[in-house]
């Protein structure tokens, strides 16, 4: 049950379940006994919880695991709800997959397919040495293949789960597809070999744990951020494929460089090209999305809430939704 789901019943409702430990503090209550203050997440809410009486060899289970077994009591505390945790137990590796899916914290969509999408557009690159550059970058290096496929695309806000990078990067290529089939003023291999490439800085931006969920940021990640990383490895990749456009290597970089739209929002450049101007606006297109389905999510149909990501309220119509 997703912990927004759980928060929707009365006090005393019983929950087990696989969540994410976010926060874990050992405290001392008035009575002089230590408990376990944690804060237990997944994408649809943050659900303050306490372990009282909690036994030592507990607390290292806790310290040492961020995915849990938790079973536990709702409790409601001046008002606001909280979990009781009365048992805790390390899942299995199948176990986790299938409930990160269950919870949100992996994308939704098959990772394999993704990238074998992925791989198809690639191969319908028609730039020779956009084509070969992208092949290096996403097929030829088997290592960078791995991690970019199961990367989160974010540490907290859009696509911020187990394949989250890969779900983003193909949603920006097939809205470009789709825009450049309206408009054959773009450059497609251009502005598709943008959208592939404008975030492969985040796997080295990112930090992950064990299971793949982001943690916080890289050294580097947080001294260069993901536009940096991300323009030094298509430079090099240029280099090591010998392209000899000069030109084409430039705009490439000005894509990455300047896809956040402006220098507030993390860019240091506005884009001064069609096709850096597209991506800007599909890359913020497809992170909106995602944000307002998660927020939505958090919300009763008739109901706002208070976005802190978004920096507004969140409506949720009260409407049937269109079926698929």
């Not at 009781?84 to 919870?103: Q, W």
């Not at 096709?275 to 389905?293: G, P, Q, R, V, W």
Request: proline content about 4%; hydrophobic content about 40%; aromatic content about 8%.
């Amino acid at each position: 049950m997703k912990l927004g789901e759980l928060v929707k019943n009365p006090k005393g409702f019983r929950l087990t379940g696989i969540y994410r430990i976010t926060r874990f503090e050992v405290k001392t209550a008035k009575n002089g006994k230590i408990y376990g203050d944690c804060l237990v997440s997944d994408p649809s809410f943050d659900l303050p919880a306490k372990y009282w009486d909690i036994p030592g060899e507990l607390i290292t289970i806790f310290q040492q695991n961020s995915l849990l077994v938790l079973e536990g009591t709702l409790d409601y505390f001046k008002d606001a709800p909280q979990l009781i945790i009365e048992r805790i137990s390390v899942p299995s590796r199948g176990e986790v997959d299938k409930a990160l899916k269950s919870l949100g914290m992996m994308s939704g969509r098959d990772i394999a397919q993704m990238y074998q999408q992925l791989s198809a557009v690639i191969a319908g690159v028609s730039n020779n040495d956009l084509r070969r550059l992208l092949d290096t970058i996403f097929i030829e290096d088997a290592l960078f293949a791995e991690k970019f496929s199961r990367h989160p695309g974010a540490v907290r806000n859009h696509h911020a789960c187990i394949g989250g990078l890969l779900e983003h990067t193909l949603e920006i290529v097939e809205a470009a597809l789709d825009y450049c089939a309206r408009n054959k003023r773009i450059n497609r291999d251009l502005l598709v070999a943008a959208a592939l490439i404008h975030d492969i800085g985040k796997v080295r931006e990112i930090d992950i744990d064990i299971f793949g969920l982001p943690v916080g940021f890289t050294k580097e990640g947080k001294l260069l951020r993901h536009i940096y990383l991300g323009m030094e490895m298509v430079e090099r990749s240029c280099r090591d494929v010998g392209v000899a456009d000069e030109e084409l290597c430039l705009v490439l970089k000005h894509c990455i460089y300047s896809h956040h739209g402006q220098a507030d929002w993390g860019s240091p450049v506005e884009p001064m090209l069609l096709e850096a101007e597209i991506l800007h606006y599909l890359d913020n297109l497809s992170a909106k999305t995602e944000e307002f389905i998660r927020e939505e999510d958090r919300i009763l149909p008739g109901g706002f809430n208070r976005s802190h990501t978004l920096r507004r309220e969140i409506y949720r119509p009260d409407i049937e939704a269109d079926e698929q």
